[in-house]
Each structure stands twice: as structure tokens, then as C-alpha cells.
């Protein structure tokens, strides 16, 4: 359910960042989805769909790159999938390890106007 505010924080972002251009529709907002970011993309669409209409952003569309886990192990510095890791142990050492990337991240990294 927190997609629904996620959309509404998009679509405010996008229009506090344009107020002083002459941008007359925005064509594609591009998001970055860490693995462990806990963003549902079909919920995310359903309410951007909702919540964009009669705005700049209605008939944008939301492109979405995932970005993976990425683990390192704090013993032997081996990097790894989280896919691979098992409570996050190392698959090598079985030490302790710890994610590496931006996997919980959220965000626009770019959007697509039509001046």
C-alpha cells in the first residue's frame, strides 16, 4: 500500500523540479529498484496510472531498473548474489557478510519530457 504514496511523492518530486521550465508532458520517468527496497512494480504502476491523471505525468510511463543484491563477506571479502548467501553467510567461508550495493534503494534516476 505504500506504493500509493510512493506515487504521489514522484509526481510531486517531478513537479517541484519543472515548475520553471516549459515542459508540457513528461514521457517516462526512469526509477532505480534495489532487490531490497520492498517496492511492488505492478502496485507502484496500478497507483502511478491512478494518481498521475489529469497531471503533467498522465500517459507517462514508469521504466524500472532493478538493481540486485550484492553481498560481501566481512571475512574474506568475497562478493556475491544474495540469491547465493544463506542467512547472510558466505557460500565460501560461511563468514558474516553484509550487502555491498544500493539493493534497498528507491528512486528516479532520470525523467523524459516533451519540451
Not at 515548475?19 to 502511478?48: H, Q
Not at 532493478?66 to 567461508?93: E, G, H, W, Y
Request: net charge neutral; glycine share 2%; proline share 3%.
Amino acid at each position: 500500500m505504500h506504493e500509493l504514496a510512493l506515487a504521489e511523492n514522484i509526481i510531486k518530486t517531478i513537479k517541484d523540479k519543472i515548475k520553471s521550465c516549459n515542459v508540457k508532458k513528461i514521457r517516462k520517468i526512469n526509477l532505480i529498484v534495489g532487490e531490497l527496497s520492498c517496492v511492488s512494480e505492478e502496485s507502484l504502476t496500478l497507483y502511478w496510472d491512478i494518481m498521475s491523471k489529469d497531471t503533467i505525468c498522465e500517459f507517462s510511463v514508469l521504466n524500472f531498473k532493478k538493481v540486485p543484491a550484492i553481498m560481501k563477506c566481512n571475512s574474506c571479502c568475497q562478493t556475491f548474489s544474495m540469491s547465493k548467501a544463506k542467512d547472510f553467510r558466505c557460500p565460501l567461508c560461511n563468514g558474516d557478510a553484509s550487502i555491498e550495493n544500493q539493493a534497498k534503494d528507491f528512486y528516479i534516476e532520470s525523467i523524459e519530457i516533451e519540451p
